[in-house]
């Protein structure tokens, strides 16, 4: 339920800083200067296409986590569930999740085949809905 409420939240929390993964160093600086107390966090809304699976997504999380460990970068990445409402009765969405990455910003010179074959298989699993930038609260 925790994640389920900070999902929300960080949907709604602040509005999207509009860089990409190979942001220049100045662009990354600037953004860790507006958000000192938290951690920088692309917050997703994927919808999975049609004919494909959220297991499919699912292994295109773990190329990703397994990418960055491979290559040394810090990544904090997590996925919630969401929530749909029918007839008055919630119920997790079959077609729908979200997550929450954090960490090591890649530059693009450092983008190789692994990074484009993680890429490829979020692509063919799934569509992005919506994509917000947010300086989420450290908790703990």
Not at 59 to 87: F, I, N, R
Not at 112 to 136: H, I, N, P, T
Request: proline content about 6%; charged content about 20%; glycine content about 6%.
């Amino acid at each position: 339920m925790k994640k389920l409420t900070l999902a929300t939240l960080a949907a709604l929390a602040v509005p999207a800083l509009g860089v990409s993964y190979g942001a220049t160093a100045q662009t990354q600086a600037q953004i860790a200067a507006v958000c000192p107390k938290g951690d920088v966090t692309r917050v997703r809304l994927s919808k999975i296409k049609p004919g494909a699976t959220m297991a499919q997504y699912e292994e295109a999380v773990a190329a990703h986590k397994a990418w960055y460990k491979a290559k040394g970068y810090k990544l904090v990445l997590t996925q919630a569930p969401v929530l749909v409402w029918k007839d008055g009765a919630p119920s997790v969405a079959p077609d729908q999740i979200m997550s929450f990455a954090s960490g090591d910003s890649v530059p693009r010179d450092k983008q190789d085949a692994g990074w484009a074959e993680f890429v490829a298989k979020y692509r063919a699993a799934s569509e992005l809905a919506v994509e917000q930038v947010v300086c989420m609260p450290k908790h703990g």
